[in-house]
């Protein structure tokens, strides 16, 4: 063990064994073995050197390096803190000049100077400056030098190690990070993260808890769950988490749990029990994520994969269905025409066969836009005709209570691009939503328009553009929207309907499908006086006018038309019908008979209505060697299939018009004249 001494009594000695020592104004005495015995015969049994001795310890101890110099700074102490710190031992500086102390940076005289200046004048030298160790390498210091009594004539100093300050000092700063990090971090999560005791008192809950939950944090701290998360119904939820918990550690599971706002909400939950060090049970750490909306969207996945399966059984039932409506509707056209006599009464039996027909008719085209809600397919459209067509639907379904009224403010609509389908799902959700608002009858209006947006307008809705656009409102008189409620109905699942009633996703299917096509959608209400939607369209550079009302069907100028379909009825029906309005025609049951027919006749035959689905030769072949004999020869397709299926199944270049079966007379007559006049 090293020993070092202060002598006080005038001199200052240090020894050690086996070391020099240093004597008498802080002069080098001796080296070696020499000190030994020189310190012995100083410091010789009396009760002085026990003094020494123990400061001598007590300099030891002490955590800073304390040196004593000469005033020439050469080394007269050096206690075991500077041997440590600069890596020199005593033996290696006594006596030499303490250049450690002069920062690489000064030159010798520039700091020995500093240094002499300021203790001069006040006796005391005091700074953070960089000291080198033995091996070259920078420390940090914290120096403080002291003049000592005359009689020492010399300096102490103490140095303090600022590097393993500031590492001590980084360490915490470390920790104190660490801990922040981890409080922000399980704060930000957006999971709701509890401490509970084994009673299910609340510890601890994180800021996802409070979203979640809704409650503020004084509201849960120190709350049974029991009471604030749970109801009756859910209770036993818990007490199931609770036991499994403290039987396996852990639990994992889904969670009912209460909102503050009565809201019940679905939660993935994770369980763990957390101990002491001495491995006993503390408490109970759980995590949980709301999985509401993700349930309710798989519900929704599951109930539209339902849809669309039952929607592909209604296409096949729908092409049967329209096979055989074609000709009641058919017949039901013709008798009035082939027996003029008939009387009133008897017309008026045909005209409810006639309306009957077109409801099944109508009832089917909307199984068929329904079973094809995914498909999507944009052309240049009026929405003018789709407007109509949902006048009728509803017309006919909607209680006789609810007055309808069209108001098209003109008869030169601009087109847009837009998917048709889409389209009549928008505003047959808006006229259902007003038909439930007005329980007891009212007025329902769809208006359609123009409107071209200027600066001004484009400023007031984010969503607009400067334009034009077609705007279809649909305003009802019914009970109106609670002004609280105005902001939340495009939210998916919003519904003030009765379980079972609504899904609450029919506005938001709205609002989807107009955004989609780069509209917007504005709504206006008042409690008891009624609600207006307006849907903004933009519209496409093309005018195309728009006639609504069913003219009388044109005459034919006795062109020779080519019939071709499997179904005898509908065969004889369509030539009659044709015939009626002056045509002739031609009939072939499958494509081999017309094509032979079509050669025989080749440029006589003015246009070609043919079925989409036939026996003996497909269509597709059949149309495209028509096509050879006469490339100008028009064709319409007939089909109970809905239009965009026949357009995937065949090119839409290979025919010119498509005829919903079943048609009446009059989109019979009109889609020929119509393709006859293009190909003049
Ligand atoms: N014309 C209207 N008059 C009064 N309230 C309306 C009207 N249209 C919508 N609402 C309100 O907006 C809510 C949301 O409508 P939305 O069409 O999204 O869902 P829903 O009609 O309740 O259910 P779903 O359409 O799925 O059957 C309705 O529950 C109703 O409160
Ligand atoms: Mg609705």
Redesign the pocket.
């Known amino acids: 063990m090293k020993i070092q001494s202060l002598y006080t009594s005038g001199d200052i000695c240090g020894f050690r064994k086996n070391n020099q020592c240093l004597h008498e104004n802080n002069s080098l005495l001796e080296q070696d073995t020499k000190s030994n015995s020189l310190s012995n015969r100083i410091y010789d049994n009396s009760q002085t050197k026990i003094n020494i001795l123990f400061l001598a310890e007590i300099l030891d101890l002490i955590n800073d390096a304390v040196i004593i110099t000469d005033t020439e700074y050469k080394v007269t102490y050096w206690n075991h803190k500077a041997e440590k710190l600069y890596g020199i031992k005593t033996t290696e500086i006594i006596g030499e000049i303490l250049t450690v102390a002069f920062e690489p940076l000064w030159s010798y005289s520039q700091q020995q100077q500093a240094y002499t200046d300021a203790l001069e004048q006040y006796g005391f030298w005091k700074g953070e400056n960089i000291h080198l160790k033995k091996n070259g390498e920078k420390i940090y210091v914290d120096s403080s030098i002291f003049v000592l009594e005359e009689k020492f004539c010399g300096f102490l100093w103490i140095i303090k190690d600022l590097d393993n300050i500031y590492y001590e000092r980084s360490l915490r700063q470390i920790a104190e990070y660490k801990v922040k990090e981890q409080s922000t971090l399980i704060d930000f999560t957006r999971d709701a993260i509890l401490m509970l005791n084994f009673d299910g008192e609340i510890i601890f809950c994180n800021e996802g808890g409070y979203r979640t939950y809704g409650w503020e944090s004084s509201q849960m701290h120190g709350k049974n769950i029991r009471q604030i998360l749970y109801d009756d119904s859910s209770l036993p939820q818990i007490e199931f988490a609770l036991n499994k918990v403290l039987e396996n550690g852990e639990w994992y599971g889904e969670l009912y749990h209460l909102c503050k706002n009565g809201q019940k909400i679905i939660l993935e939950a994770r369980w763990i029990l957390i101990r002491d060090n001495q491995d006993n049970p503390q408490s109970i750490l759980t995590a949980a994520t709301d999985i509401t909306e993700k349930k309710q969207l798989e519900t929704q996945f599951l109930r539209t994969q339902r849809l669309q399966s039952i929607g592909s059984l209604a296409t096949g039932i729908a092409h049967d269905l329209n096979n055989i409506l074609t000709p009641i509707l058919a017949v039901a056209q013709l008798l009035p025409l082939k027996l003029p006599c008939i009387n009133e009464n008897t017309k008026g039996l045909l005209n409810i066969v006639l309306d009957n027909c077109k409801r099944g008719s109508d009832l089917i085209k909307q199984i068929l836009v329904f079973a094809r809600g995914a498909e999507t397919q944009y052309m240049n459209l009026q929405v003018g005709h789709i407007l109509v067509e949902v006048a009728r639907v509803i017309r006919q379904t909607f209680p006789k209570s609810m007055e309808i009224c069209m108001d098209i403010s003109t008869r030169e609509l601009w087109m847009v691009f837009a998917d048709a389908t889409q389209l009549h799902q928008v505003l047959m959700?808006?006229c259902?939503?007003?038909r439930?608002?007005m329980a007891n009858g009212g007025t329902l209006t769809l208006a359609i328009g123009n409107f071209f947006i200027d600066e001004n307008h484009a400023g007031i809705h984010l969503d607009a553009n400067v334009g034009p656009y077609v705007v279809v409102t649909i305003s009802?008189t019914?009970?109106?929207?609670q002004t609280e409620?105005l902001g939340r109905?495009?939210e998916p699942f919003?519904?003030?309907?009765e379980l079972g009633?609504?899904?609450?996703?029919?506005?938001?299917t709205v609002l989807g499908i107009i955004k989609s096509h780069g509209g917007f959608v504005d709504v206006c209400?008042e409690v008891d006086r009624g609600?207006c939607?307006k849907i903004y369209l933009p519209a496409v550079e093309s005018i195309e006018k728009v006639e609504f009302s069913e003219l009388e069907p044109t005459q034919g100028i006795e062109e020779l038309i080519l019939v071709v379909d499997d179904e005898k009825t509908i065969l004889e029906m369509t030539k009659t019908s044709l015939e009626a309005y002056n045509y002739r025609v031609l009939i072939a049951k499958d494509g081999i008979e017309a094509i032979t027919l079509l050669s025989q006749h080749e440029y006589k035959i003015k246009a070609v209505l043919i079925d989409f689905i036939m026996p003996i030769l497909d269509t597709k072949i059949t149309i495209s060697t028509l096509k050879k004999i006469n490339p100008q020869v028009p064709i319409i397709i007939m089909s109970g299939l809905a239009s965009d299926e026949v357009i995937t199944k065949t090119s839409s270049s290979d025919f010119q018009a498509f005829l919903a079966k079943p048609f009446t007379t009059w989109e019979l007559l009109s889609t020929l004249k119509q393709v006859i006049n293009q190909s003049k």
């Open positions: 959700n808006l259902l939503n007003a439930d608002a009802d019914g009970c109106g929207i409620n109905i495009f919003f519904t003030t309907k009633k609504g899904t609450g996703l029919g506005l938001s209400s609600t939607f």
